[in-house]
């Protein structure tokens, strides 16, 4: 087996990595690559009340983190120091969802991917004082999907979720429950959320210092998977499934296996794929997510790992366990993607990705929360077409909709792009249009948003928000 670049990079990890400006007293350095085992985010059992409806509370908290040796890192996670717990719910609940704020600033969580009225979807205009609470309630009503929840704070998204605000939100449906795919959670249905970080010399997260890190958005040299630096995973030898989330402030990743072995992908953003897609390498930029099979059943008392190509870093060892591998066929159809047929009378909208020196926004503005800057009529189909004039990529994002690529610069959208989404990546340069219908209603005061992903740069008003009503109003 042909060990590719990115193991031997990985595995210098020592001080060198962290931004000491002077070598440090206490001697922080970072574990040995590759020693600690990941960790699953528990699921959060839900109260379920006499009417029926899953509650959750979500305490966002400060905490502190064991990321190096020789010091602990100060961190926001919910209900814990660092991330927070899986909310795992299934179409036709309903769900009510309590938030306590014990920060010692403004927050509020917003369900990326989730199809919720504005009112319940945690924007920037729901921001929550400190030791205040919001609870929100509301049904869920969509395909199965790997969504996640983060902060929206108004200018502070960025550092928030640096700090560790972040979960995974998953939805079940029929389909998804009877699809004959791994589905045993943290076994080998297996959560990863991937992330990047800077840390100092005292072990602190070092977030934006300069203009430049605005304008390139933070990325880091330290990799996480779910909150551990360089970790394990122990896997049985067959085929397991894998659901990833990019996490990270700004940082693109382009997923491989060591010995550039196929992989499958099975889902996007907001829907299974229609068909399993093979591949060799899987780029997901932030806010984005994707379900691959890999097939382990050839490795069994082996280890492989699972890198990042464009960084050339190895970012999670599998060691493959030392028992009976199994085989397994994977399913050639997943799902019928029947939304979005009928495009007829579609009203357009046109977004432009502006970048100027120093200065991001779209449409040639910047997210003004006193400004709506778009009216969409309640279930109606819409294509929006999104153009990135410039060179930088970006991750364009809307809340409330799951939408359907239908073209990439004039031609057919990627082979994984053929399910639903509710972020797409447009490298410089780059046209997409995407169909797009809001089932819900946000209205002024608690408007949906639409905005970069990489989250220095929504941060810095590359972001717009938009009412959707019915059209009488
Ligand atoms: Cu994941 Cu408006 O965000
Ligand atoms: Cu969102
Ligand atoms: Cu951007």
Redesign the pocket.
């Known amino acids: 087996m042909k060990r590719r670049n990115f193991v031997k990079l990985g595995l210098l990890g020592s001080c060198s990595t962290l931004l000491t400006a002077k070598p440090t007293p206490n001697q922080i350095t970072l574990f040995d690559a590759f020693s600690k085992p990941v960790a699953i985010p528990p699921i959060l059992e839900p109260i379920l009340s006499k009417e029926g409806i899953k509650e959750y509370t979500l305490n966002v908290q400060e905490g502190q983190s064991q990321f190096l040796k020789g010091a602990k890192t100060n961190t926001y996670g919910i209900n814990t120091d660092f991330l927070g717990p899986t909310i795992r719910v299934q179409k036709g609940d309903t769900v009510r969802i309590k938030v306590n704020n014990h920060l010692k600033e403004e927050t509020v969580l ?5 199809k919720v009225p504005g009112i319940n ?1 945690g924007g920037p205009n729901r921001a929550i004082e400190p030791t205040k609470s919001w609870t929100t309630k509301f049904p869920i009503n969509q395909r199965s999907s790997l969504c996640w929840y ?1 902060p ?1 704070t108004h200018k502070k998204t960025d550092i928030q979720v640096y700090m560790g605000l972040a979960g995974l939100f998953i939805i079940d449906d029929e389909e998804s429950l009877k699809a004959k795919i791994p589905k045993e959670y943290g076994i080998d249905d297996i959560p990863l959320i991937f992330q990047d970080r800077r840390l100092d010399g005292n072990a602190q997260f070092v977030h934006k210092q300069s203009m430049h890190d605005v304008m390139m958005g933070v990325t880091g040299n330290i990799f996480m998977v779910n909150g551990v630096i360089n970790p394990y995973i122990e896997l049985s030898p067959k085929t397991v499934r894998l659901r990833i989330l990019n996490g990270a402030n700004a940082r693109f990743y382009s997923f491989v296996f060591e010995d550039d072995r196929n992989f499958y992908q099975i889902a996007g953003d907001s829907s299974f794929l229609p068909n399993p897609v093979k591949m060799k390498q899987l780029i997901l930029s932030p ?1 984005e997510r994707a379900e691959i099979l890999v097939d382990l059943s050839d490795l069994k008392g082996k280890t492989i790992m699972l890198g990042d190509s464009f960084a050339n870093k190895a970012l999670l060892l599998i060691k493959v366990k030392d028992e009976k591998s199994q085989r397994f066929q994977i399913p050639n159809k997943l799902t019928t993607i029947h939304e979005y047929q009928d495009l007829r009378g579609a009203k357009r909208r046109e977004f432009s990705l502006d970048v100027r020196p120093g200065w991001v926004g779209i449409n040639g503005k910047q997210m003004d929360m006193n400004r709506i800057d778009e009216k969409v009529t309640l279930g109606q189909t819409e294509v929006w077409r999104i153009k990135n004039p410039q060179n930088m990529p970006h991750p364009f ?4 909709c799951s939408f359907k690529i239908l073209s990439r610069n004039s031609m057919p959208s990627y082979a994984n792009e053929k399910g639903l989404k ?2 797409v990546l447009l490298y410089g340069g780059e046209t997409v249009e995407v169909a797009v219908k809001f089932d819900h209603i946000a209205n002024k005061n608690y408007p949906y ?1 639409y ?1 970069c ?1 990489i989250l220095e740069h929504e941060d810095a008003g590359m972001m717009g928000q938009f009412t959707v009503e019915p059209d009488y109003i």
């Open positions: 917003h369900w990326h991917g989730l979807d983060h929206h806010g994002h809307i809340h409330g509710d972020t948003m905005h992903h």
